[in-house]
């Protein structure tokens, strides 16, 4: 909860959806909500692989944050591999934490287009000690998600 909203004046919704969690955080007094979809993928061990959130930017361009766990090599990159093209897209990360590493990717034609094709990429990054991470992800349920928020 925000710091500055007073206890009761603010509150958050959670809806599922398929592959995806849409999270509303919405200050009553000053009739502001914002909204995310997130998708987390766990190891086997219950920890944090790989999460990413569909997110806008102030000016309400939208982007993918991209979360790795934090034995990712923080000057490394997240490949997502789609099926049908040649080269992943690659995603710089910005630096990690403690808990996570974080990657961000503007929503730009080619994600549009596997957003409306439901794709599921390969994801993959290295981790600090020279091995490597790789999960599926699912884009299905995405748009349904996005659809809602509106």
Request: aromatic fraction near 6%.
């Amino acid at each position: 909860m925000p710091p500055e909203v007073a206890l009761g004046e603010y509150q958050r919704m959670v809806r599922p959806f398929e592959n995806w969690t849409m999270i509303c955080d919405e200050n009553l007094k000053a009739r502001q909500r914002v909204c995310n979809v997130t998708q987390t993928i766990e190891n086997q061990a219950g920890q944090l692989a790989f999460s990413w959130s569909l997110a806008a930017t102030p000016e309400g361009k939208p982007y993918m944050i991209l979360r790795t766990a934090p034995v990712a090599r923080s000057d490394g990159s997240v490949s997502l591999k789609f099926e049908g093209r040649e080269e992943p897209v690659q995603v710089q990360l910005d630096g990690c934490n403690a808990a996570v590493c974080i990657g961000m990717l503007p929503v730009g034609p080619i994600m549009r287009e596997q957003i409306s094709k439901n794709s599921a990429p390969t994801v993959s990054y290295p981790t600090r000690d020279g091995k490597t991470v790789s999960v599926t992800a699912t884009l299905k349920g995405l748009s349904t998600a996005v659809k809602a928020i509106n």
